[in-house]
């Protein structure tokens, strides 16, 4: 089996632990939106719903702050993985690809390797916005078990790990693809804003209308959102005036839907980087 | 003859319309440094971009080491090793990061790994620098790297692309003895393409010289220069000027040049003699004060072969 991706894991990972300044910036920006967004939010949901609907007896009833960690860690893990394809095309624009693609290592090597690294740093994000988000007063893993504790981390992990590759394969097919910088950041702002906002990232989907619920339903970001609240919160809760039954069907099918995710983006992936010929 | 460890037939390459290489045939001996010659623009990083498997080759056919380039790229990979143009390196990590990097691509097991790293860093002076970081290196300490980086899987052959461009001449001066070093101490043939007359001519065994895309010659420099044959006289005199005059109109003088320090008259063939030359300038009372056979350079068989000087070329 070829290891050549351990190489360009370990490079990726030097370079990550060195550039203090990005980690701090890249934290900042979700906590921010916990800060600012979620504790003021959080002091207006009691206003909006006022009388709207009743939390039924079975469902937990969650705080506003609970509710959107969860988007928020999707959030964060979007903008990582899409913003980190920009690392390829840095190495094609000075030329270090070259040096990479004139060795025997089997290019697909490039990708595994990229793609393990952006999700250790997914993983890494993903520990400390749940932790933020505890400060914060998010009734994270409330009323669990122990053991539940641990399988759901487990299922966090696990989760977070398909939808971090099946982005980080989509981002670096950008990448290799794009070969100016500006184009690449214009097709990242444009996805990552649609897909964030055609989610339940922020509020219910379900409330969304008829054209942004079906962009929703080929969204990963919302499927992926979907199985956070399921582990954090859990199968049935109720936030922002909504009754959400997740429940395990619920979870099955955002198992799916990111396992189709990151298999069509790996098959993408892989066609581009070994049919790319401008190194 | 020894084997030839390169050898190319019938090499064209374009780009859309524009042909970069045309019907090419050259090969190289093993043990040998080699260079590629030529203007910028004349096709010598397309062809070595097809010797390195970078381009897919349009027509011909190359092989390294008996292996076919084209069928087979990843055992080429295996045999070569590459210094590119420009600095190819990555500037947030260490000397022996970027070596540990690049031996890791190549699977190379950990022990070999850092034992040749070492080995090679003693090569090119730069052991008590590994810790070092490339963004904080000169130009020659970079391309000292890159040579390391270029050796570290004991490749069969080593591409150079314009080792020295842009280095001052105590780092290209270096740069030469190590490559020199490795060619004799580890038997690596060397391929490159440069556009730097004197060394081309100083260092390597064998010089090819490429102009549009075509080889316009090929040989050692010597037998090059011997092939054009024609001498040059480098004369001082009491009347520059007047004597400049005279000798033009001589049969066996093709023209003649004024330097500083006198006169230079090529000759259309050997057939002028000292005593003639000589001869013909006292009648008119003007008096030999300094008299120089020079055999050609490099520069005088390229002009020779393409038409022009390759400086003037070099920065169009």
Known sequence: ?279 | MKDAIINVEGLSHSYGKTVAVDNIYFHVEEGQIFSFLGPNGAGKTTTINLLITLLRIQKGQITISGVNVAKNPDAVRRNIGVVFQDHRLDRDLTIWETLEFHGKIHSLPKETRRQRITELLNIVELGDKRNAFIKNLSGGMKRSVEIARGLLVHPKVLFLDEPTIGLDTKARQRIWHYIKQINREENVTVFLTTHYMDEADQYSHEICIIDKGKIMANGSSSSLKNAIGKDIYHIKTTDDLKASQILANLPEISHVEKNSNGLLLYLKNNELSASKLVKSLTIHQIKLGNLNLLKPTLDDVFIYYTGRKIDSTVDA
């Open chain 1, 1 to 279: 089996m070829p290891l050549g991706f351990t190489a360009i894991y370990w490079r990726d990972m030097i370079k990550f632990a060195r550039s203090k300044a990005m980690i701090f910036l890249s934290l900042l920006q979700p906590v921010l939106w916990l800060v600012f967004y979620g504790i003021s939010m959080s002091n207006n949901t009691g206003l909006f719903f006022a009388g709207t609907s009743v939390a039924p007896p079975d469902a937990i009833t969650v705080s506003y702050m609970t509710f959107i960690t969860s988007g928020v860690i999707g959030m964060t893990i979007l903008f990582t993985c899409l913003y980190s394809g920009q690392n390829l095309q840095f190495d094609k624009q000075y030329g270090l690809m070259k040096t990479i693609v004139v060795s025997p290592m089997p290019r697909s090597q490039i990708l595994i390797g990229t793609t393990l690294s952006g999700i250790t740093k997914c993983l890494i994000q993903t520990t400390i916005i749940t932790l933020f988000g505890y400060i914060l007063g998010a009734q994270l893993f409330a009323g669990f078990l122990l053991s539940n504790i641990i399988t759901s981390a487990i299922g966090l992990i696990l989760f977070s790990i398909l939808f971090s590759a099946g982005l980080m394969f989509l981002s670096n097919m950008i990448g290799l693809k794009v070969n100016n910088h500006d184009v690449s950041q214009a097709i990242m702002a444009l996805l990552t804003l649609p897909l964030f906002f055609a989610s339940n990232a922020l509020y219910p989907a379900e409330t969304l209308p008829f054209t942004m619920k079906l962009l929703c339903y080929v969204n990963p970001l919302a499927y992926f959102i979907d199985s956070v609240r399921y582990f954090t919160i859990g199968p049935n809760f109720y936030a922002f005036g909504f009754n959400y039954q997740i429940g395990l069907e619920g979870l099955l099918s955002s198992f799916i839907a990111l396992g189709i995710f990151a298999l069509v983006m790996f098959v993408l992936a892989i066609f581009v980087i070994k049919n790319i010929r401008d190194f």
